[in-house]
């Protein structure tokens, strides 16, 4: 049933400290929305649990990107579009970029931010496994103070982080370190705008002369939380690339994933899909290397 | 809930819309699709889906396409709204619109004002796009009827000065 809009409260305080002093004096009491992609939804479908939102769209200290000399800063509060738009995140952030485009259609990205789409924490989101590749940090702040955390462990459940009542995301870091890496992301879904995806993959690898030097996988759609391949990655590292170690990476990736049957695919489909994105970037990974 | 306490809840929301400043009282989380449709009587951004999904209340915001139906009306104030019926210039049809008549760009018309609003931001920050940009700047908005060719056909025609107005 569809939601009565007067059962709710929304305020826009237009300024960061003002929303973390509310946040502070009732922490849990209120949830923070930007751009309203997530929680509209849920607003409109009446499955919005809270009744208090303050709204933290286009809030000056979130809405910004600094480029230093080793890391890149990305206010939450930065939509997909800002991310496709920008020229760093595209030579550097390959994967960001690519995954940016996919989020929704172009209205979507418009008004989807990167902030929101990390504390939704949908397993299925596109943009969730580039930052695991790129083993990115996330700056969270209140009125406590700031705290500088590995997005790694973020996700700790389905749906679930670490994100106190009182946070918000600030920042997304990335140290710019990647330019050597072959970078390869993949969405395997109905179509790639506006349609969630079944599995989806994002890559970074390091060949040199024959042999896997690095290699880092993340997987969504594939497991309660996004996925980080550790077991996979651990095989084949530092190994000698050839057929049979590609093999070897199709089961253990297929293993290691704990997907789930629903509305979108099964988890028989989605464990062979898992295994065939991983040779195929191991494939690409072989093919980048020039051959001496 | 009684009269009062509902008009209690209520806050003055102002920006523009097509050029005229409105204000409205409302509440803070109505959708601006409603508040167009119901208290604007702007009745030409459709609700499709309701869910961002099909581009169908498609409306630009600040000159950027956004979904109306996922903006609380709050986080409009002070931003100038553009909908389908700000498109026509002194009651003359914008290019888009003429190549979209001529090119049957537009079946049972309830994508028509989305997908026109979404050409125009694409043809805004793309003049002259490609077959594959049109694609995507259209890709957020269904349509169940043409087929997306004439459509797709309107939007290069236009781009290409085919339809001056």
Known sequence: MRAHPAEFELVAPQSLPKVLSLLAEEPGAWCPIAGGTDLMVQYSAGNLRTRKLVSIWNLPELRRMDVFEDEVRIGAGCTFTDLRNHATIGSEFKLISLAAQWTGGIANQNRGTIGGNIVNASPAADSLPALLVYEAELILISARGERRVPYSGFHVSYRKTQLAPDELILAICLKREYSGYHAHARKVGARNAQAISKVCLAALGKQRKGVVEEIRLAMGSVAPVPLRLVATEQAITGKTMNEGLMQVARRMAAAEVQPIDDIRSTARYRAAVAGNLVVEFLEQLSASEPSS | ?165
Request: with cysteine; hydrophobic share 35%.
């Open chain 2, 1 to 165: 809930m009684s009269r009062n306490s509902e008009e209690s809840t209520k806050c003055r929301v102002s920006f523009v819309v097509n050029e005229s400043p409105i204000t409205v009282r409302v509440h803070p989380m109505e959708r601006l699709l409603d508040v167009l449709r119901h208290e604007l009587g702007l009745t030409g951004s459709k609700e499709g889906c309701g869910e961002g999904e099909c581009g169908s209340c498609s409306v630009l915001m600040d000159g950027q396409l956004v979904n109306s139906c996922l903006v609380p009306v709050l986080q409009a104030e002070g931003s100038a709204i553009i909908t389908i019926e700000g498109l026509a210039v002194d009651g003359r049809l914008c290019a888009l619109q003429k190549a979209f008549l001529e090119c049957g760009g537009a079946q049972c018309g309830i994508c028509t004002p989305g997908m026109l609003l979404a050409a125009q931001h694409l043809l805004s920050k793309k003049p002259h796009p490609s077959l594959d940009e049109i694609r995507g700047g259209l890709s957020g908005n269904l349509c169940r009827c043409t087929g997306y060719m004439q459509i797709f056909d309107a939007v290069a025609q236009a781009a290409s000065g085919e339809f001056p107005t």
